[in-house]
């Protein structure tokens, strides 16, 4: 790669979907929302998740697998998606009662809505079980507090086992969740074979992390447990693989890889900083010596979404010599998927709004946003995609500008992104900053109202530009 110039810029473009570029043209539409919205605000669409679903399905279809997706509720809030999935015939993995109990109230029927909380109560398993959503038990006090309250009700429920703890070249992968593999088959044959209530209806796992390799263990080893149920006389109808499929948020590889490159630079104190005093972004420094990578998303990426999931169905698995795609339509089960990031990839954006300019002792241009750290966040070290400046000053007088944008929380550290930002033109207050592609757990996952500070509001865009409310949160 040739070396880039000592103070140079280095862009990173996210990919726009045809409705935000439209909405982004409209900037008296944009300013108005943010008027009538408050700062920030999320704005939304349902077409490109349709499109998501859509693309999922293609693969599916293309391998002639019976299938369902959970569109997993956790990765956004607004029950909108929820009944979105569900209108395209699809399913919602919920993960609260609160999650559940939307949905059931919107008119979701049970037998579209999944169980996977990490913690259930006993008022959460007693909705589940009065609604017959299937229940994904991850641990036996769950199992027995199913089995309490299934006993004193004399009713039928359904349930699926998560299972956790499968081995790739010889390792055990670690995981807090499920049942290892030979729990889980001794808890199905001897209990839940002969309980009076409990139906036996799956196998579910959600993998950390975006190792196909993993995937493709973790569903051969499904399939083995699969089979030795069978043969004792147990059929399963189905395998949820979980959730977890990447999402290619920027247009240019050369642009990310630079990035990485200039980080590091920056870090070995080789050219200027590119983030705030010299944020190694989880990497670490010691004598000298830069150790570990970026501890962020893969932004840039080639295997996204239904990519993704097509690659585990046409691998191989060792020990059968069969690719998966093959090993589950043998056996005639359902296999079910629970994207949450995936299905809203370009599905919203969030704007805020220009309140000060200034500079810190360093010289650092700040520039004062009206939200917070929490109202656009994810557990990557920081969101690597460029803002888009919306202002209406003309940009071809002005010289373009460095700075970093900063949010209301009180904190030296509340910087909305730690890298520099290039701007066209100074920013002016009421000026308007979008960042791009965060419906997927960026814009409510981590929100919180410390200083008594609003949730951010939460409206939808309609394919000819109307803003609308969305269905309650
Ligand atoms: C059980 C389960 N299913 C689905 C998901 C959704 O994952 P993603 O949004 O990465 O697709 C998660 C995320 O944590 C999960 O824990």
């Not at 520039?367 to 071809?396: C, W, Y």
């Not at 890298?419 to 002016?428: D, M, N, V, W």
Request: hydrophobic share 40%; with cysteine.
């Amino acid at each position: 790669m040739k070396p880039i110039a000592k103070d140079k810029y280095i862009p990173l473009k996210p990919i726009i979907h045809p409705w935000i570029e439209k909405l982004l043209a409209d900037k008296d539409l944009l300013a108005d929302t943010v008027k009538q919205q408050c700062s920030p605000v999320n704005i939304q669409s349902v077409t490109p998740f349709a499109e998501n679903i859509a693309e999922y399905k293609r693969v599916f279809e293309q391998y002639e697998l019976k299938h369902k997706i959970f569109f997993a509720r956790k990765a956004n809030k607004c029950l909108t998606f929820a009944k979105a999935a569900a209108a395209a015939g699809e399913g919602v993995d919920t993960a609260s009662h609160k999650e559940l109990q939307q949905c059931l109230e919107a008119g979701i029927p049970g037998d579209q809505l999944i169980l996977t909380a990490a913690i259930k109560n006993i008022p959460l398993i007693e909705l589940a079980v009065e609604e017959h959503v299937t229940i994904i038990i991850d641990n036996m006090d769950e199992y027995d507090s199913l089995d309490s309250i299934v006993l004193a009700n004399e009713t039928t429920a359904k349930i699926s086992l998560r299972i956790g703890g499968f081995t790739l070249d010889g390792k055990t992968l670690p995981t807090r969740f499920g049942f290892p593999l030979d729990e889980a088959y001794k808890l199905i044959t001897e209990q839940i074979k002969k309980h009076p209530f409990l139906r036996f209806s799956g196998l579910h796992f959600h993998l950390n992390g975006y190792a196909i390799d993993q995937r493709v263990a973790a569903i051969a080893q499904s399939i083995k447990l699969i089979d030795d149920l069978a043969a004792a006389g147990i059929s399963c109808e189905h395998l949820d693989i979980g959730g977890g499929y990447l999402v290619n948020y920027l247009a240019h590889k050369k642009e990310w890889e630079a990035f990485h490159q200039e980080l590091k630079q920056a870090v070995l104190g080789q050219r200027p900083a590119i983030t705030y005093q010299n944020d190694p972004l989880g990497m670490v420094l010691i004598d000298g010596k830069l150790h570990g990578e970026p501890t962020v998303y893969p932004y840039y990426n080639e295997l996204p979404k239904a990519v993704f999931l097509e690659k585990i169905l046409s691998s191989e698995d060792v020990s059968y010599g069969q690719p998966i795609h093959e090993l589950i339509k043998a056996r005639n089960i359902e296999l079910r998927i629970e994207p949450g990031r995936s299905l809203l990839d370009q599905a919203g954006i969030t704007v805020a709004r220009v309140v000060f300019r200034k500079n810190d002792t360093e010289g650092n241009l700040l520039v004062g946003l009206e939200m917070n750290r929490t109202q656009m966040k994810s557990s990557s070290a920081d969101f690597l995609l460029d803002p888009i400046h919306i202002t209406h000053q003309s940009t071809e007088l002005q010289e373009p500008v460095d700075g970093y944008l900063v949010g209301g929380y009180c904190l030296e550290q509340e910087f909305l992104l730690k890298r520099k930002i290039q701007f066209a033109t100074y920013p002016k207050i009421g000026d308007l900053i979008i960042f791009p592609n965060t419906a997927g757990y960026m814009m409510h996952f981590f929100e919180s109202q410390a200083h008594q500070f609003a949730l951010a509001n939460n409206v939808f865009c309609t394919a000819d530009l109307q803003i609308t409310k969305h269905d309650g949160d």
